[in-house]
């Protein structure tokens, strides 16, 4: 079994490029049904977030599961033949890697964000719901998030940690002199726009609006940080009076369009209005930011934002990382195992229907056993065969990942007459089903 990872991040790709591979929890399952129409992909897990899209795959070749992947992603993408250029590849032990960095945020655009560890567990789920996910990549993702959770434990590399949010409302403070007496508006009711008017909030903004299409949601975070919700077709008529506007919703389309940008900017009369973009896809049209009067950051921008307590959590990053390499070592020693699992579990099942059949015939010559004597005989037919397997079992277990792996499976398959697949199978084919009947 071989794992790989093909995707594009904050560092490989602009935001115009990443929205474009931004993909709703729809579209994702949709597409994860349809994994059997990709030939040499096995179990496929899809991260999707406003930093990264990234497909984890476990795969038969490396080469032919590269060919397949690219053709997913275009599909899902609806067209997506120009991404090679911002594209990145991880094979085998750098995709475990990989992956436990990303579940830990260390490979996130804010050091010790806690917000992608979620992220990797939804995507997980997702798969998994979609009947998407192989024995492999189910344990491959359960240590990603166990590492996740250890390194948020063992280290405080989230302490101070700065978030998107609290990033872009420290850039509209500073470009503000301070939000005290201000008032600020808030597309959109989930959990970025929530931790935004937290934020907003603690820097001393006095009112904030929530829009949103489902007025039930913003009334909801309205009265969770004492705001006022309001219709999101009246949402434009609020721009014209308040100083900072935050968009974070979910649309596929712009929730601000530029002439609609211009027409709040001539009833402001002037007055300078802070416009900060967090959505993937983009929420505000690019065009926006030429509009005289408007100061418009998009995501992306959000990352020159000083950070004062960024030296303290990389000290922790050096902590984590350790903790990243031994969950690594940890996991390639249990991948050198599960190749033999099928093969073992064969084995122990074809001794356990050999001891339920002596035993049954033995019974039957003695139908005066009393209960407890049967139990006897029983438990020590179990043991005579656990002490029988165990040599044979420990010296399979230490070939593991060895040179001698091949030989130990054929000469186990033979001894023990364990030809699952019949004997027309090659030596060859008979190793690759044992290896790979885990699947």
Known sequence: MQLLILGLNHRTAPIDVRERVSFSREELRSGLMSLGEYDGLSGLVVLSTCNR???????????????????????????GDDLDEYLYTYVDDEAIRHLFRVA?????????????????????????EAGATSTVLNLLFHRAIATGKRVRTETRIAYRSV????????????????????S?????????????????RSHGIETIFVANRHIERAERLAERIGGEAIPFDRALDYMTCVDVVVTSTGAPHYVIKAWEARRVMARRQGRKLF?????????????????????????????????????????????????????VASLLERFKYLSFQPLMALLSGRCERIRERELKRVSAKLPDLSEE??????HMSRMIVRKILRTPMMKIRASAGTKDEAFYIEAMRALFKLDAIGETGTSEQRHNHYRYAGK
């Open 53 to 79: 899209t990234e497909l984890y795959a476990s795969v038969d070749d490396h080469e032919c599961g590269a060919q397949a992947l690219r053709q997913f992603l275009n599909d899902l993408a609806q067209g």
């Open 104 to 128: 830990s945020s260390l490979d996130s655009l804010v050091l010790g964000e806690g917000q992608i560890l979620s992220q990797v567990k939804e995507a997980y789920a997702i798969a998994r």
């Open 163 to 182: 978030s998107v949010s609290y990033a872009a409302v420290e850039l509209a403070a500073a470009s503000l002199g301070g939000l005290g007496g201000c």
């Open 184 to 200: 600020g508006l808030i597309f959109g009711a989930g959990k970025m726009a929530e931790l935004t008017a937290e934020h907003l």
């Open 275 to 327: 416009l900060i973009d967090i959505a993937v896809p983009r929420d505000v049209d690019p065009e926006v930011a030429g509009i005289k009067g408007i100061e418009l950051y998009n995501i992306d921008a959000l990352e020159a934002v000083v950070d004062e307590h960024l030296s303290e959590r990389q000290a922790e990053a050096v902590k984590a990382e350790k903790i990243v390499n031994e969950e």
């Open 373 to 378: 004597e049967r139990r006897q005989v029983e």
